[in-house]
Structure formats: structure tokens, C-alpha cells
Nanobody
Framework: QVRLVESGGGLVQPGGSLRLSCAASGIYVYNIYNMGWYRQAPGKGRELVAS???????EYADSAKGRFTISRDNAKGTMYLQINSLNPEDTAVYYC??????????WGQGTQVTVSS
């Protein structure tokens, strides 16, 4: 059974940093193609934050450029999102997603990031 599990969220003060992780299990990791991070703020729709191909090509939402860095470790089936200079507008549930060969797309359960003093 394919699972994606996010971790690393929490409460952080404005200006702080977090590193989110997404670990895939139940799958041959080299069948994972594109991966991405989405977020959903209270009362808003889910939005794409950043994505990364298996070769490491990245794309970022305009709101994420300069402060967010997406990366992945193909051998481990893991993906990361480094977020710097956090502000209250970054408060959201962050979800990871992965496209898996012959399996389709999967989502994690999400990890809460709250930015508040």
C-alpha cells in the first residue's frame, strides 16, 4: 500500500524557518516521478507551492520564490521543503503529492504549519 507521510510542521515565530519532509513507503522508490508540495490556508483553496521532477528540475509558485527550497532524495523516496523567513501568511496545512508510475497520484495526510508570535 502506497503511503506518503509528511513531518516537520509546527508552530514557529515570524522570521523563523522550518524543514518539511515527505516520506514514501509501500512503493519501489524509483517509480516515483514528479513530486510536489501544496498548501491550504484556512478558508482558502489548495495551492501548489513547489514541484520537483525525478531529475531535480524545480518549479515554484510566485509566493514561494526566494524563501522556499524543494529537494528530494530519490534513493530514499523522500522529499523536502525548506521554508525560510516564515510569515503569518504561510500558515497552512502542507501536503505532499507524488506521481507514481502505473499507480497514479498520491497525497499525504498533511502537516500543519502555524506562524505566529
Amino acid at each position: 500500500q502506497v503511503r506518503l507521510v509528511e513531518s516537520g510542521g509546527g508552530l514557529v515565530q515570524p522570521g523563523g524557518s522550518l524543514r518539511l519532509s515527505c516520506a514514501a513507503s509501500g512503493i519501489y522508490v524509483y517509480n516515483i516521478y514528479n513530486m510536489g508540495w501544496y498548501r491550504q490556508a484556512p478558508g482558502k483553496g489548495r495551492e501548489l507551492v513547489a514541484s520537483i521532477t525525478r531529475r531535480g528540475t524545480t518549479e515554484y509558485a510566485d509566493s514561494a520564490k526566494g524563501r522556499f527550497t524543494i529537494s528530494r532524495d530519490n534513493a530514499k523516496g523522500t522529499m523536502y521543503l525548506q521554508i525560510n523567513s516564515l510569515n503569518p501568511e504561510d500558515t497552512a496545512v502542507y501536503y505532499c503529492t507524488a506521481d507514481i508510475y502505473t499507480e497514479g497520484s498520491y497525497w499525504g495526510q498533511g502537516t500543519q504549519v502555524t506562524v505566529s508570535s
